[in-house]
């Protein structure tokens, strides 16, 4: 494989391989994607399909009720960190630019609603974990993190919304030193997860 434009390769060089998960496009012209190696010249049906063999048992949700553009770039952690979903809450709309055409590899759901959102969690038995640094949130380094659970952000400005707030079965927040009342969403986002995977991922 000849590395190309920084993250992509070239034409395959020899005889193609058989195997279905490859795309004869990209064996016949390069694969540019930002995919890791191993899925080079794959199919994205049959990429999504290996990853969801093995996605971690979290979920991701955010509302969206000013259209943030955090959402792009946390359904691109989510994908990094092999979340189960993530999902929207508020406006179906949502700024895919961050995302950087993860979204294709990641399963994302709508709800209407904090109430729509909070029955379909009660549903599937999955407890809500509230992310926002208010009243009692519990610093997530030492906060209780089940493997399988939901991880609820706020949005740029106001923040998680008291109905979201009231939804949630458990409260963290990200420990700061500095003089700023928050990170970005996405940030915070990233950290979470990343503590999720430490903690669980094998
Ligand atoms: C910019 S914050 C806004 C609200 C924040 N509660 C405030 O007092 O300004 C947007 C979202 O980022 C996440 N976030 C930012 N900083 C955080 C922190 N230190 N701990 C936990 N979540 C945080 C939360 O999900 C929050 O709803």
Redesign the pocket.
């Known amino acids: 494989m000849d590395e190309v434009r920084g993250h992509g390769v070239g034409p395959w060089e020899g005889d193609p391989p058989e195997d279905p998960v490859y795309d004869p496009e990209l064996l016949a012209h390069g694969d540019t994607r930002n995919v890791i190696d191993r899925y080079r010249y794959w199919r994205m049906e049959a990429i999504v399909a290996d990853l969801d063999a093995r996605r971690h048992p979290f979920h991701v949700a955010i509302e969206n009720w000013q259209h943030d553009m955090n959402i792009g770039s946390i359904v691109r952690s989510a994908n990094a960190f092999l979340a189960d979903t993530v999902h929207i809450i508020g406006r179906r709309r949502w700024n895919r630019r961050g995302a950087m055409v993860t979204d294709r590899y990641q399963h994302v759901v709508h709800h209407e609603d904090v109430a729509a959102f909070a029955a379909w969690a009660r549903a599937e038995g999955i407890p809500i974990l509230a992310?926002?640094?208010?009243g009692e949130?519990v610093p997530?380094d030492r906060a209780e993190l089940p493997e399988r659970c939901v991880l609820?952000?706020?949005?740029?400005?106001?923040?998680?919304s008291d109905e979201a707030l009231a939804a949630a079965s458990g409260h963290?927040?990200?420990?700061?030193y500095g003089s700023t009342?928050?990170?970005?969403?996405s940030?915070?986002?990233a950290v979470?997860m990343y503590e999720w995977c430490r903690r669980h991922a094998g």
Do not use: K
């Open positions: 992310v926002d640094n208010v949130a997530v609820l952000f706020g949005q740029e400005g106001p923040g998680l963290i927040e990200i420990t700061q009342r928050s990170i970005n969403a940030a915070a986002a979470v």
